[in-house]
C-alpha cells in the first residue's frame, strides 16, 4: 500500500457503478511516493472535482518535499468548460512536479471548507513527455 500520515483516511465514497475509494482529509495530510529510478521522474496525481463551481471540495495546497527540493502548487476545483452547466462529478489528473530518486513527501493541504473533504484518487510516476493523448489537459 502507499504509506500515508494518519490524518489521511481511506474511505469508500461512492458505492454507485461499484465501490470507489479515495484517501480523504479536511486538515493536512501526507503521502509518501518513492521513485525507484536513477533519474527524476514526474508525479501526476488524481483527486476528485465537482463542477460547475461552487465545488463541493476545497482547493488545495499540494508540496512536494524532497531532500533539499521543495515545490508547491495548487488544485484547483474548476472543471472543463467543455461541460457547459453540466454537473459533473468526476476525478482529474494533474502533472504536480519532479520527484528525484528516493522518497518524496507530498504534503495536502485544504485551503477551505467544503462540504466534503479533500479526495485524493490516484497517483503516477513517469518519465517526463511532452505527449498528451488527444482529450487530455495535463
Request: aromatic share 10%.
Amino acid at each position: 500500500g502507499l504509506n500515508h500520515s494518519p490524518t489521511m483516511e481511506l474511505n469508500i465514497f461512492s458505492e454507485w457503478g461499484g465501490a470507489k475509494y479515495a484517501l480523504e482529509t479536511r486538515v493536512v495530510g501526507t503521502v509518501t511516493v518513492e521513485n525507484p529510478s536513477q533519474r527524476p521522474m514526474e508525479l501526476f496525481i488524481a483527486y476528485m472535482i465537482t463542477s460547475p463551481l461552487p465545488s463541493k471540495y476545497p482547493r488545495t495546497k499540494v508540496t512536494l518535499l524532497c531532500k533539499d527540493y521543495k515545490f508547491t502548487t495548487i488544485l484547483e476545483q474548476e472543471g472543463s468548460s467543455d461541460w457547459e452547466n453540466n454537473h459533473v462529478h468526476i476525478h482529474v489528473m494533474k502533472k504536480i512536479g519532479s520527484v528525484y530518486p528516493g522518497k518524496t513527501i507530498v504534503r495536502f493541504e485544504p485551503m477551505e471548507t467544503t462540504p466534503w473533504p479533500f479526495r485524493f484518487v490516484s497517483l503516477a510516476v513517469t518519465e517526463a513527455s511532452d505527449l498528451v493523448a488527444p482529450g487530455q489537459r495535463l
